[in-house]
C-alpha cells in the first residue's frame, strides 16, 4: 500500500497550510519554507506556481499520491453531471479513511488511514483494509469485533473529544456503537473551506 511518509509538519510548511492538527502549534512557531533558504517566500507566484501548491495541498490533505490524485481528477472530469473540482472533493471525502476521520473516530486523516489498513473496520459486515475504498448512501460501517478490546477503542470517548465534529449531512455516526451509516452525498460546503478547487482543475486542464 503506497504512501507518503514524509514528515508532515514539513509538508504542512512547504505548502503554507496545516495538513495535520499537531502542524498548527508548530506552524505558528515556524511559518516559512523548510530548509536552509526556506525563512520566506520570494516573490510574487505565477499562476502556475499557485495552481500547484493548491493541488499539492489537496493531495496531502486527502494523503495521496501523485498518480491516484491526477486519476480522481481524471475520473472527475469526465463526469457528465457536476462541477469536476466539486466532483473531485466529493470523492475525496467518501473515501473510506476520511468518513472515518469525518466521524470522529481519528484525530487525522492518517490515523484514520491506519485504523483502516490494520484492518480494525468492516464495510457493510465485510472486513477491509483498503483506505481509498470509496462509500456510497447505504453503506454501513462498523468496528470489526476483535478490535473492540483494543486499548484504543475502549478509550474512543477520548478520542472523539480531541476531534472537532461538525454534523454531517451525508452520514449518521454512533459513537457508542462504533457504526457510521451513510446517508447521501458529501455536500460542496462539507468539505475544507479554504480550498479553490478551480486552481486544480485549471492545473490539470494545462
Known amino acids: 500500500m503506497a504512501r507518503d511518509t514524509s514528515p508532515i509538519v514539513k509538508q504542512s510548511r512547504r505548502e503554507g497550510y496545516a495538513l495535520h492538527p499537531k502542524a498548527h502549534k508548530i506552524m505558528a512557531k515556524k511559518s516559512g519554507i523548510p530548509g536552509q533558504h526556506g525563512g ?3 516573490g510574487k507566484q505565477s499562476l502556475y506556481a499557485t495552481q500547484l501548491r493548491e493541488k499539492q495541498k489537496v493531495r496531502r490533505t486527502y494523503g495521496l499520491l501523485e498518480k491516484q490524485f491526477a486519476r480522481l481528477m481524471d475520473e472527475a472530469s469526465r463526469r457528465k453531471e457536476g462541477l469536476a473540482g466539486e466532483n473531485l472533493l466529493q470523492m475525496l471525502e467518501l473515501r473510506l479513511d476520511n468518513t472515518i476521520y469525518r466521524a470522529g473516530f481519528a484525530t487525522s486523516r492518517r490515523a484514520a488511514r491506519q485504523l483502516v ?3 480494525h473496520f468492516m464495510l457493510n459486515d465485510r472486513r477491509v483494509d483498503i483506505p481509498s475504498i470509496r462509500v456510497k448512501a447505504g453503506d454501513v460501517i462498523t468496528l470489526r469485533p476483535k478490535s473492540a478490546t483494543s486499548v484504543y477503542f475502549k478509550e474512543i470517548d477520548e478520542v472523539v473529544k ?3 465534529q461538525v454534523p ?5 455516526s454512533d459513537v457508542k456503537k462504533l457504526k457510521i451509516e451513510v446517508t447521501g452525498l458529501p455536500k460542496r460546503e462539507e468539505a475544507e473551506a479554504d480550498i479553490n478547487e478551480q486552481l486544480i482543475v485549471e492545473y490539470y486542464s494545462r
Open 168 to 172: 454531517l449531512s451525508w452520514q449518521k
Open 117 to 119: 489498513g490494520h484492518g
Open 162 to 164: 480531541n476531534t472537532v
Open 40 to 42: 520566506g517566500r520570494m
